[in-house]
Structure formats: C-alpha cells, structure tokens
C-alpha cells in the first residue's frame, strides 16, 4: 500500500497587485504562478532558486502566513486554505519553520529557555514541571545546546548558537514537517556544515521532513533527496538529487550548476562555466512564451511563443522545457562532481 504525500501544494499561485506612482496604473506581481509538488512524510524536499524567484513566497504559502490567490495546499489530506483560527492553531503543531537570519529571528528580551519552551505556553502543553523539565533536557541535548545557556539572552552567542536555539524551538512541538527558509545562508561556511550535520541527525530521529528554501546547490545536495527549481515564480525543473546534478534537464539549472565550485582542482579546469546573458526580468512584465528565453542559449523561435508547463523527460524527472531534453549533445559544463 503507498504512503500518502504528507504535503500536496497544487496550482498554487499568489499575486501582488502593486501601483506605478500614487496615481500610477496598476499591475500585478506574481511572485507564486502556478506550483504544484508533494512532499512525502520523512523527505527533505528543496526548492531552489535565485533571489527574487518567489521560493520564500511559496514557504509562507505553505505554512499559511500568506493567503494564497489561487490553488490549494494540503497538509495531512486537509485544506489549509479552508481552516479556521482554531483549526489553523492545531495544524501549526505539525508545521514549524526554521528561519533565515538567526539574529533577527530570536527575541532579544527573552532567555533561551523562554524562547525554546514559548511554543508549549502558546498551545498549553508539558505544564507538569517534572514533564517540562525532562522534555527541555531533551531537546537541548538533541540540538546541542548547553544547560548553562537557558538564563542567558539571544545578544550572548554567535550564529550557529543562535539557529540551534531557533532550531529546538521548531521542534519543541514534535512536528512532522519543518519549513528551512535558508537556514545556513546567514552562518559561516564552517559553522554552516555543523548547522546542516544537525538537522540531517535530527531528520534521522525525529522521522522529520523538511521543505528547505535555498539558493545554494552544495547544500541542498547535502541534505535533500528531490529539487525543484524555480524560475521567475515557476518551477522549471524537478528531480532526485542525484538526476539533477548528474543529467540536468532545463537551461537554466545546467547554468546554475555550472556555477557551483567543485574541490577537485582537475575537475574544475576542465570545466566550462555558463555565463547567462541578461538579466533577470522583471516579475512586474515577465517574457512572453518560455520566461527563460530571453537568456537561453538553446531558444528556438517557438520558445517566444509556447509557454513552458512541466513535462516529463524521463522516469521521475519533470522539466519545462521543449529543447534541452531532445538534443543529442549535452553540454558536460553542468556535470557537476560534489
């Protein structure tokens, strides 16, 4: 018997409708245009993209912090978009969220044991003393954090301490997905391997999955089993991990891999790296057609024209494209050994 997705995201779009001046003529941005994928229970999912692209967009969405205009998401079989306040508060235990700057994301009044345990107060759990103290034991152990640091203020420690607190009070609830929103861009590139290491261990024990934002590549392939790739609020390319660096099937991934640095100094000489002409369009006035065509170095007169929805290229792979997949060369600049 199949397991059900634990998270459905089906057509889901948001628009912004925005004004051109204070008499200006208005228009609208959309940042969320039309995205559909599953997450299955236990799975890290990634969804990648450049700034702008409308990945955190999509994270709210998820998590119902932004109403969507169109499509639907559902968690565990049921509507989101249909809940009421309370139904909302109960689902929210299942769904936490990691955020991006751990120095913004922690409240500066507060100690580490009233940020951590916040979550508990919020929706009256663990009012037990003995229960409390042995749940918080537990979390601090799991996440690497210090007893010592539980009367101390978030001002006290650096980066990496900082989203290990931001990261037990995701947990604190005993969710069954975490939405990652850039979780190590803000961290230096030491810490941010010790950040990543976490949050598979904790994967691994708390039989968690995780929808996780970033723009890095060499992260995702750390933690993530499936990508998708969003380009100017659409996902233009989907695959496993291991089908997406090794056989990139749209013209933009190949050019984002080809970015990505590779340790092995004889490797990287051999490799030639995509340079993408342009620059990214404007949401506000998308290209007509494929919206990567105007930067695409494979573009057939069609591309201006015919726009691109997800196809199947091969078992398990989906991208939006009419070009890539049918060559029979393949560029080796985006075969990307990590």
């Known amino acids: 018997m199949s397991v059900p997705p634990l998270l459905q995201v089906k057509g889901l779009k948001k628009h912004f409708d925005v004004r051109k ?27 990648v993209g450049e700034t702008g692209c409308g990945k955190t967009t999509l994270g ?9 205009t169109e499509g639907s ?9 249909k809940m009421n306040g309370a139904e909302l508060k109960k689902m929210r235990r299942q769904m936490q969220v990691i955020f991006q700057d751990p120095y913004s994301s922690l409240n500066p009044r507060m100690t580490v044991e009233d940020i951590i345990t916040e979550p508990w107060v919020i929706h009256d759990m663990h009012k037990d003393p003995a229960e409390r103290a042995k749940k918080l034991a537990k979390l601090l152990d799991d996440c690497g954090i210090a007893k010592s640091y539980l009367p101390r203020h978030p001002h006290e420690f650096s980066g990496g301490q900082r989203q290990r607190v931001g990261i037990a009070r995701a947990l604190a609830l005993d969710p069954k997905l975490v939405v990652a929103d850039e979780p190590v861009s803000a961290l230096d590139v030491s810490i941010q391997a010790q950040i990543l290491n976490l949050l598979k261990d904790l994967q ?33 390319e989907m695959a496993d991990s291991e089908t997406l660096f090794n056989d990139p099937q749209h013209p933009y991934t190949e050019a984002l891999l080809s970015a990505v640095p590779v340790p092995d100094p ?19 006035k998308p290209p007509s057609g494929c919206r990567f065509h105007p930067r695409c170095r494979y573009m057939k007169e069609s591309c201006r024209v015919n726009d691109q929805s997800l196809i199947k290229a091969k078992s398990g792979h989906e991208t939006a494209c009419e070009v890539l997949p049918f060559k029979d060369k393949r560029s080796e600049a985006a075969l990307v050994a990590l």
């Open 21 to 47: 001046g204070f008499f200006g003529e208005k228009t609208t941005v959309k940042a969320v245009d039309g995205v559909s994928f599953d997450v299955m229970p236990q799975e890290s999912f990634a969804v």
């Open 60 to 68: 709210k969405l998820v998590l119902a912090l932004e109403k969507s």
């Open 73 to 81: 998401v559902l968690f565990d079989g049921a509507d989101i978009s």
């Open 204 to 236: 691994k024990e708390r039989k968690l999955a995780y929808l996780f934002i970033s723009h890095d590549f060499s992260v995702v392939r750390h933690l993530c089993t499936r990508i998708a790739v969003m380009y100017l609020g659409r996902v233009v």
């Open 266 to 284: 004889s490797i990287e000489k051999r490799r030639k790296r995509i340079l993408l002409t342009g620059d990214v369009p404007s949401p506000l």
